[in-house]
C-alpha cells in the first residue's frame, strides 16, 4: 500500500515529470545519457521519468524507464557516469555533490522520444515547472503516453 495511491501507476513505480537542463535532456534524447545525477530522489519508488526539458526549451521531450535508482559516493557516481554518458566533467560532478556525503544515479532505459516535443499545457492546466520534480497522476501520464503514440505516428 502507498502513501498516496493516486501518485501510483502500473509501471515499476510513481511516475515524475523531472526538470532537466536541455544540455542534459538532449544528451538523453540522442541516446548517449543512460544516467541523471540527483543530490536526492523523490520518496516513492520511481518507474517512469517524463523529460521537462527546462528553460529556454521549456517542453517535455521523452519518456524514460527507471532502471534502477543507486545511492552512492560522489566518486562512485563519478565513475557510473563516465560509463553511462553522464554529461558532464568530473570536476562538475565533484562541484554539484560538495557537501555531500552519497547523492543518486537514477539509471534510464527505454527512453522513447517524442517527434515533436510536447508543451506542457496540452497535460497540466495550470502549468508551472517543478524545481526538480513533481508526481504524475495515472491520468497526467496515460496522457503523455497517448501523445507519444500519436506523435509517432504523424
Do not use: C
Not at 545511492?71 to 563516465?82: G, V
Not at 543518486?104 to 527512453?111: D, E, K, P, S, Y
Not at 526538480?132 to 503516453?145: A, H, I, M, V
Amino acid at each position: 500500500m502507498t502513501l498516496f495511491p493516486e501518485f501510483s501507476d502500473s509501471h515499476n513505480g510513481s511516475a515524475i515529470l523531472l526538470s532537466v537542463k536541455p544540455k542534459f535532456a538532449n544528451l538523453i534524447v540522442e541516446g548517449s545519457k543512460l544516467v541523471e545525477l540527483r543530490r536526492t530522489v523523490p520518496a516513492q519508488a520511481v518507474g517512469t521519468i517524463a523529460i521537462y526539458s527546462s528553460s529556454p526549451v521549456q517542453s517535455i521531450v521523452a519518456l524514460a524507464d527507471v532502471k534502477e535508482t543507486i545511492e552512492a559516493s560522489p566518486s562512485k557516481l563519478w565513475s557510473i557516469a563516465k560509463d553511462n554518458g553522464g554529461g558532464l566533467t568530473r570536476t562538475e560532478l565533484m562541484t554539484y555533490f560538495e557537501s555531500k556525503k552519497t547523492g543518486f544515479a537514477i539509471m534510464l532505459q527505454n527512453v522513447r522520444v517524442y517527434g515533436k516535443p510536447i508543451q506542457p499545457t496540452r497535460i497540466f492546466k495550470p502549468f508551472s515547472a517543478p524545481q526538480s520534480f513533481r508526481y504524475l497522476t495515472p491520468k497526467e501520464l496515460k496522457k503523455l503516453e497517448q501523445l507519444l503514440v500519436s506523435e509517432v505516428k504523424k
